[in-house]
């Protein structure tokens, strides 16, 4: 039986000072987001290493996991630094692959060491007996151990009076990858470039792009601060896991709160005229309207909750409207014949307005 790995939740403890690993993970996210968005796949944190992500076939059997350790530097990486986190990166990728959960037949998975900074390897090419060295960095960001100089890989594989590596470990050291991205060292740097990720990959799909970061980031950290249980990782641990179903619904909802505001805007003068809105209640319309999305999702938000499932109760009557303004009134005027609610009416009205749009675009 194999023993508990006691250092399975130093990252968890340690908590706070991995904001990189996690913002690292929501770039990679979106990074490789236009690949990612049709696939089955989850991503942990803190869990066998820095960042996992596992790939499911439609058997529902793991077919690929690519390992992360993310580290930054304010200095060039060295040989010298590398051979305890590839000996790290060797232990975890030997421990993916004898996780139980049940792998296809041509599974496959690789490891990276991600880092912000320039990965420097010094070797001595052996016809020519001259030093050379292998970069990782801006303009080779991506370098696989299989492509170095055999030299090189002989540079590696050595280790050194510190780290050794075993006849397993090597193996596994064939599967490890080098990484370079442009990131900021601190926090708040880090956060701003993953802000123009957001732009970059959906534009004027999401109106704020750092609250929908925050979004993503506040998901992450549940499954981050979790405990391995047992101080044992497994890939079937449901509570270390965010799903890409989960990822996908997540990116929905900011969207679709975008798409509800501009339908709002475009809207809101003939919907306050048609739900006859005074003037002075209609300038808080759309203020109400925005509030409303947000509660739908508290299901704390009992009146909130209670509007939208009257709404999602009479989506099969939305095919008799031709006007959106229309059916909007008529659940209105349904809801105050058969319901009741504490919302001050200005407020009613615009749930309904907001609940009718979600409801609307609800697959």
Not at 12 to 20: N, S
Not at 52 to 65: M, Q
Not at 174 to 183: C, H, S
Not at 227 to 252: C, R, V
Request: net charge neutral; hydrophobic share 35%; glycine share 4%.
């Amino acid at each position: 039986m194999q023993s508990p790995n006691t250092d399975a939740n130093a990252g968890v403890q340690a908590g706070v000072g991995f904001d990189f690993q996690r913002n690292t993970c929501v770039y990679i996210l979106l990074d490789q987001y236009n690949l990612l968005k049709n696939q089955n796949y989850f991503v942990m944190l803190e869990h066998y290493d820095d960042i996992v992500f596992a790939f499911n076939n439609d058997e529902g059997e793991i077919s690929e996991v690519k390992i992360y350790q993310a580290k930054k530097s304010a200095t060039v990486w060295t040989v010298g630094q590398l051979y305890e986190i590839l000996t790290k990166m060797c232990d975890a990728g030997i421990g993916v692959m004898n996780d139980k959960l049940s792998k296809a037949s041509d599974y496959c998975q690789h490891s990276y060491f991600i880092t912000n900074n320039t990965i420097t390897i010094e070797y001595k090419c052996s016809k020519s007996n001259k030093k050379l060295k292998a970069y990782v960095n801006e303009t080779n960001d991506t370098v696989s151990y299989k492509s170095l100089h055999p030299d090189c890989q002989t540079v590696l594989k050595k280790g050194n009076k510190d780290f050794k590596f075993n006849s397993n470990q090597l193996i596994h050291l064939t599967n490890i990858n080098f990484n370079y991205i442009d990131f900021g060292r601190n926090t708040k740097s880090q956060l701003q470039h993953l802000t123009g990720k957001f732009q970059e990959v959906f534009g004027n799909k999401i109106s704020d792009h750092s609250a929908a970061r925050d979004t993503l980031i506040k998901e992450l950290k549940k499954i981050e601060t979790t405990y391995n249980q047992g101080h044992q990782p497994k890939l079937s641990d449901a509570s270390k896991k965010i799903t890409s179903n989960k990822i996908n619904e997540i990116i929905n909802v900011i969207t679709t709160k975008n798409l509800a505001i501009e339908f709002c805007r475009k809207k809101a003068e003939d919907i306050c005229s048609k739900l006859l809105i005074n003037v002075i209640d209609a300038m808080s319309f759309e203020l109400d309207f925005e509030n409303s999305l947000d509660n739908f999702k508290d299901l704390n938000q009992g009146e909130h909750q209670k509007i939208i499932h009257f709404i999602r109760g009479k989506k099969d009557n939305f095919v008799n409207f031709t006007d959106s303004v229309a059916c909007i009134k008529s659940l209105h005027d349904d809801f105050i014949s058969e319901q009741n609610s504490a919302l001050s009416p200005t407020q009613l009205k615009a749930a309904i307005a907001s609940g009718y749009f979600l409801t609307l675009t609800q697959k």
